[in-house]
């Protein structure tokens, strides 16, 4: 596994988590490969993520249904 993205996504979602309340809505105008989505979607916030680059938001949008269907353990 990528450990440099598991931090990645750890610090944003602790991040997200200390800084909104559920139900917030969340943007990410540089979203890349969709970390901040997850991230939102774990802690049940609404989000908007724009990224210009076709092949990232095409993973961003893989990897929040991959993570989805797996599901949310804690």
Request: proline letters at 0%; charged letters at 30%.
């Amino acid at each position: 596994a990528d450990q440099c993205g598991f931090f990645a996504f750890f610090y944003m979602k602790r991040c997200i988590f200390e800084h909104s309340k559920e139900g917030d809505l969340i943007a990410d105008f540089f979203s890349g490969s969709g970390t901040t989505a997850v991230a939102c979607w774990e802690l049940k916030r609404k989000f908007i993520c724009v990224e210009k680059d076709l092949d990232y938001w095409k993973a961003s949008c893989k990897r929040l249904e991959d993570h989805k269907r797996q599901g949310v353990l804690f």
